[in-house]
């Protein structure tokens, strides 16, 4: 019987050793669970509030910054509209002002050309008029001579 006193002494070790576990087990879990709820008190009364204003201060931040950007954003349209506008009848007008330009230039263009018909007509003119008072002048010296040579072809 000696042997199974001790294992029976054992077993009992091993069911004090046991119990004393559990119950310190329990113990921990019940004092933690007391740290817990307090901590989670303490949590939710001063530190939720003031993160739940600070949040909500910060999404208002955000909203407000988003308004800014769209009202940028439609500005910047609008500009971009104008200037594209600004840009076109600038662009109209630089072709107007061209057209002109090209007509006044085509204009005086067909003046210099008539200047120039006119001058060479006029060159030609007095070269024509040169050249027929010499041709006038050289007839009528050949008359002179025709003359004076059937005159002196009759005196001789």
Known sequence: MSDLATTNLILSAIAVATLTQSFLLIAIVWRTRAHVAALRAQVEALDLPHLARRTQSALDDLHAIAATASRAGLAVERTADGVHAVV???????????????????????????????????????SELVRGSRAVEERRTKEAVAVMVSEGGHDA
């Open 88 to 126: 076109n009848l600038a662009g109209d007008e630089v072709r107007r002002a061209t057209m002109g330009v090209r007509a006044a230039f085509d204009m005086v263009a067909g003046w210099g050309r008539r200047a120039a018909a006119a001058r060479a007509g006029l060159v030609a003119g007095v």
